[in-house]
């Protein structure tokens, strides 16, 4: 689905000696490695804080574990989407509030989120899925009238700028309380291992997540509160600040092979191509196609006869998780999110796409149309 591969090639000689200057430095946890990046991407994303940890799961964990909340708290989250924004509400024992989602743009939307306010609602967690923002300006309204946090999920969305009616725009993930990201290898910025980051504009919040990310101290054996330890290490940490220098690029190459597709496959009948959010520019983490739940799996068997991969991101709703099942009625369903599972299908979307290959996939979904 991603070529890394090409991609590492590209860059290379810088990645190799960042790798190897962090190794003969010896500094493999907290490095300055660690502090440059996070400098590098407090100001790419224009976050006045960024606190790294381990994973982009860890990260949504950390956030929820700063606010404070209560067993019970009810926290509203999409229906459609990874497991991880849904499993650390549970893990926390916070209840996980599972809403429909806009069919067109993938994403929440207030008006989908205002019904399910309850007295015990906390906080919502927006994603941004597939690499576009949601309505923030809506949620962030809707969360400031009811009094509840908003972590922002970002974890496909890196480098996505929102614009408010006022004009102003913001990077995904600094609109929040807290926004989190993934650098899992296949993220739009993705490292070589596991990591995460979380950001905020707040002071306390700041430190708070900072010290629940290292055991609940500020000070080396005085542990204020339960924390974890969560830590993103300095090889990782100068991957990434290389990576981040070509972040426009791959979004830039990620957006020129999405219009290509949306060229040929918006005049194929029986396929529907991704919408474009009001107010969000994209960065394409995946170009997810709808099409008739009859047909969906027989074209992913083409494709793979036919030696290209395709995925489903995400066969089945939370709420119908074994995992879940005890939030849930047994026969909950929200139709909307149904059909997605049923219908949506991603095609590969490479920073460093030979046209050749692309021509190939949309020739075979041609011929599997024709
Ligand atoms: C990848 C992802 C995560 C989790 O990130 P990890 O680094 O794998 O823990 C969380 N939420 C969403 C939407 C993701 O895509």
Same mark, same amino acid.
Do not use: W
């Given at each position: 689905?991603?070529?890394l ?18 190794v ?12 440059s990046?996070t400098k590098?991407?407090?100001?790419y ?9 381990a994973?982009?799961?860890?990260a ?15 926290v509203?989250?999409?229906s ?15 209840t ?6 806009d069919?067109?743009?993938f ?12 007295s015990?609602t906390?906080? =919502? ?11 923030m ?5 809707l969360?400031?009238s009811?009094n ?7 974890a ?9 009616q006022?004009?102003s725009?913001?990077?995904?993930g600094?609109?929040?309380? =807290? ?30 997540l ?11 054996y ?5 924390g974890?330890?969560?830590?993103l290490?300095s090889?990782q ?15 830039a ?7 290509r ?18 107010n ?12 008739n739940?009859?047909?969906r799996?027989? =074209? ?5 006869e036919n030696g ?15 995992a879940?099942s ?7 369903e929200?139709?909307n999110?149904?059909r ?22 949309i ?7 024709n």
């Amino acid at each position: 689905m991603v070529d890394l591969k090409s991609q590492y090639e590209n860059i290379k000689d810088s990645i190799d000696s960042a790798i190897l200057d962090t190794v003969r430095s010896t500094q493999f946890i907290n490095g300055p490695q660690v502090k440059s990046f996070t400098k590098s991407l407090a100001e790419y994303t224009g976050s006045k804080h960024v606190i790294p940890c381990a994973n982009g799961t860890d990260a949504l964990q950390i956030a929820l574990m700063a606010l404070d909340l209560k067993a019970g708290d009810e926290v509203i989250c999409p229906s459609f989407t990874y497991v991880a924004t849904a499993e650390v509400i549970s893990l926390l024992g916070l209840t996980p509030v599972m809403a429909d989602v806009d069919p067109k743009t993938f994403n929440i939307t207030s008006e989908l989120v205002k019904p399910l306010i309850t007295s015990r609602t906390k906080a =919502i967690v927006p994603v941004h899925l597939y690499g576009q923002s949601c309505d923030m300006e809506g949620i962030l309204k809707l969360a400031k009238s009811n009094n509840l946090f908003v972590i922002e999920d970002n974890a496909q969305a890196i480098g996505v700028k929102y614009t408010f009616q006022n004009g102003s725009v913001h990077n995904t993930g600094t609109m929040g309380h =807290i926004g989190t990201t993934s650098f899992f290898p296949s993220k739009n910025l993705g490292c070589y291992g596991d990591g995460g980051a979380m950001f905020t504009n707040d002071d306390d919040l700041a430190m708070k997540l900072k010290m629940i990310a290292n055991h609940g101290q500020e000070v080396k054996y005085y542990h204020k509160v339960i924390g974890c330890n969560s830590r993103l290490d300095s090889i990782q940490a100068s991957i990434l600040d290389v990576k981040l220098k070509h972040l426009d690029e791959y979004s830039a190459a990620r957006n020129q092979m999405a219009l290509r597709y949306d060229e040929v496959f918006s005049t194929v009948e029986g396929l529907e191509i991704p919408k474009r959010q009001e107010n969000s520019t994209h960065v394409f983490h995946q170009y997810t196609l709808k099409t008739n739940p009859e047909l969906r799996d027989k =074209i992913i068997s083409h494709l793979k006869e036919n030696g290209i991969p395709a995925m489903i991101y995400y066969p089945v709703p939370l709420y119908k998780q074994e995992a879940f099942s005890h939030y849930v009625d047994p026969d909950f369903e929200i139709p909307n999110v149904e059909r997605l599972c049923k219908s949506v299908f991603s095609l590969p979307i490479h920073t460093e796409i030979e046209s050749s290959n692309q021509d190939y996939i949309i020739k075979e979904i041609q011929n599997f149309f024709n």
